[in-house]
């Protein structure tokens, strides 16, 4: 089985304005590196603009937030609007918002029905930051958690299981995920940073695992955290689907934190959750783009990050 690569024009159009780090050339920078012929066989589909993705939205995030958001998408036709200091609502933000969340829709039908070893969702705006009730921190829909609430509602998967290594806490996906045992999040992490959660206490129901990093701390406790705490919590919980937060601006180079990994870390990261994935999950890996922000350390580290999922669907 292949690989699939979803993405689309779209996520070009989203404009956040001058001088803000989620920006369209991720996308460019991301696109070029994927061009080269080492990514040949990666299958290519557009992240799709389904007639379902409102309903879908709404597993995660209650009518109330949808409409809010499809308010300010309206507003924002002429003049961008901005969610908080962050967070800006463009006039091509919401097609952009609603194919992030198809994408990894999309995504899970793929892996779910066996058409597609596993799938990385080139996407933008990413989403683990936004709460059921709240966007922000440059997310409106938490398009993870849609994936893997989507998996449980449309395929059966009983056991889904979220993995965050970008280097900001997903917020958002431990707040949806909290209270439901058959939800798992497991995170690593800068600690104190943006959006201040994360600690090691908080778990949920038994159901959230959180390994906070300290400043400066590179691959190596990275390897540790992930290993320790991590892994040995995915094994446990037995996923039927591992989704991938994968933000990469834990990067040595990333101007918005302080962590020390490199791209050797995000492969050894990736083909470690490939290898639990293939114990539990018959190989399903859905990934879906979230942060990284320095645009060479982010387009090498997708390259290492999507050749091993390519290599784990041979």
Same mark, same amino acid.
């Given at each position: 089985?292949?690989?699939?690569?979803?993405?689309?024009?779209s996520?070009l159009?989203?404009?956040?304005?001058?001088g803000?780090p989620?920006r369209?050339?991720?996308?460019?920078?991301? !696109?070029?590196?994927l061009?080269h012929?080492?990514?040949?066989?990666?299958v %290519?589909?557009?992240a799709?603009?389904?007639d379902?993705?409102?309903?879908?939205?709404?597993l995660?995030h209650p009518?109330g937030?949808?409409?809010?958001m499809r308010?300010? =998408?309206?507003?924002?036709?002429?003049t961008p609007?901005?969610? !908080?200091?962050d967070t800006? &609502?463009?006039?091509g933000?919401w097609? *952009?918002?609603?194919r992030?969340?198809?994408?990894?829709?999309?995504?899970?039908?793929a892996?779910?029905? @066996?058409?597609?070893?596993n *799938?990385? +969702?080139?996407?933008?705006?990413?989403g683990?930051?936004?709460?059921?009730?709240?966007?922000?921190?440059? +997310?409106?829909f938490?398009? =993870?958690?849609?994936?893997?609430?989507?998996?449980?509602?449309?395929?059966g998967?009983e056991?889904? *299981?979220v993995v965050?290594?970008?280097?900001h806490?997903?917020?958002g996906?431990q707040?949806?995920?909290w209270?439901?045992r058959?939800l798992f999040?497991g995170s690593?992490?800068?600690?104190?940073?943006?959006?201040?959660? @994360?600690a090691?206490r908080?778990?949920g129901?038994?159901?959230?695992?959180?390994a906070?990093?300290?400043?400066?701390?590179?691959g190596?406790r990275f390897r540790e955290?992930f290993?320790s %705490?991590i892994?040995?919590g995915?094994h446990?919980? @037995?996923?039927d689907?591992? &989704? &991938?937060s994968?933000?990469? !601006? *834990?990067?040595?180079n990333d101007?918005?934190?302080?962590l020390?990994l490199?791209?050797a870390?995000?492969l050894? =990261?990736?083909?470690?959750?490939?290898?639990?994935?293939?114990?539990?999950s018959?190989?399903r890996i859905?990934?879906?783009?979230e942060g @990284?922000?320095d645009?060479?350390?982010?387009?090498?580290?997708v390259?290492?990050?999507?050749?091993?999922l390519?290599d784990?669907?041979t």
């Amino acid at each position: 089985m292949s690989t699939l690569l979803l993405t689309h024009s779209s996520f070009l159009a989203h404009d956040t304005g001058p001088g803000h780090p989620e920006r369209p050339d991720r996308i460019r920078a991301i !696109d070029k590196v994927l061009s080269h012929e080492l990514f040949d066989s990666l299958v %290519r589909e557009e992240a799709p603009l389904r007639d379902d993705v409102e309903e879908q939205i709404l597993l995660a995030h209650p009518e109330g937030h949808l409409a809010g958001m499809r308010g300010l =998408a309206e507003a924002s036709l002429k003049t961008p609007r901005h969610i !908080d200091g962050d967070t800006v &609502i463009s006039a091509g933000t919401w097609e *952009a918002a609603l194919r992030s969340v198809g994408a990894g829709l999309a995504a899970v039908d793929a892996v779910m029905t @066996g058409r597609m070893a596993n *799938a990385f +969702c080139e996407v933008r705006p990413p989403g683990h930051h936004a709460e059921a009730n709240r966007a922000m921190g440059f +997310c409106l829909f938490s398009n =993870a958690a849609i994936a893997g609430l989507y998996a449980r509602k449309k395929h059966g998967a009983e056991r889904i *299981a979220v993995v965050d290594f970008d280097v900001h806490h997903g917020n958002g996906t431990q707040n949806i995920f909290w209270s439901d045992r058959d939800l798992f999040y497991g995170s690593t992490h800068e600690m104190p940073l943006f959006p201040g959660t @994360g600690a090691a206490r908080e778990t949920g129901v038994g159901n959230i695992t959180n390994a906070p990093l300290r400043a400066g701390d590179g691959g190596e406790r990275f390897r540790e955290a992930f290993e320790s %705490r991590i892994l040995p919590g995915l094994h446990n919980f @037995g996923p039927d689907i591992v &989704i &991938i937060s994968a933000g990469f !601006d *834990a990067h040595e180079n990333d101007p918005l934190a302080n962590l020390r990994l490199v791209e050797a870390d995000y492969l050894w =990261a990736t083909e470690k959750l490939a290898d639990l994935a293939r114990r539990h999950s018959n190989g399903r890996i859905v990934s879906m783009l979230e942060g @990284g922000y320095d645009l060479t350390s982010l387009a090498r580290s997708v390259a290492v990050h999507v050749r091993a999922l390519m290599d784990a669907g041979t």
